[in-house]
């Protein structure tokens, strides 16, 4: 089974930039969809991002000015460049293989 690990959060101030990493334990060649979660402190966990084997891209409409999402299936990785922050973007942000298997997450804070 594979397993995820994010990394890359942190707090920044409104307006800044964060780069998020999910690095697999394999190839992630096989896994159809990778996706990026976040849920904010008392909201059910959203979908922010997904991206498929084949390159097709979904970004949630309050990130998609903001937000890329990218992959390299050898090396096990999805990023998730997030741009002009702002305080709503706080929460914790888990990766997600195939609906299936999910990351420990990592915190963002947006706060001056």
């Known amino acids: 089974q594979v397993h995820l690990v994010e990394s890359g959060g942190g707090l920044v101030q409104p307006g800044g930039s964060l780069t998020l990493s999910c690095v697999a334990n394999?190839?992630?060649?096989?896994?159809?969809?990778m996706d990026w979660y976040r849920q904010a402190p008392g909201k059910q966990r959203e979908l922010v991002a997904a991206i498929t084997s084949a390159g097709s891209k979904y970004l949630a409409d309050s990130v998609k000015a903001r937000f890329i999402i990218s992959r390299d299936n050898d090396k096990g990785t999805v990023w998730l460049q997030m741009n002009s922050l702002k305080p709503e973007d706080t929460g914790v942000y888990y990766c997600?293989?195939?609906?299936?298997?999910w990351g420990q997450g990592t915190q963002v804070t947006v706060s001056s």
């Open positions: 997600n293989a195939d609906r299936m298997v």
């Open positions: 394999r190839s992630i060649l096989n896994i159809y969809t």
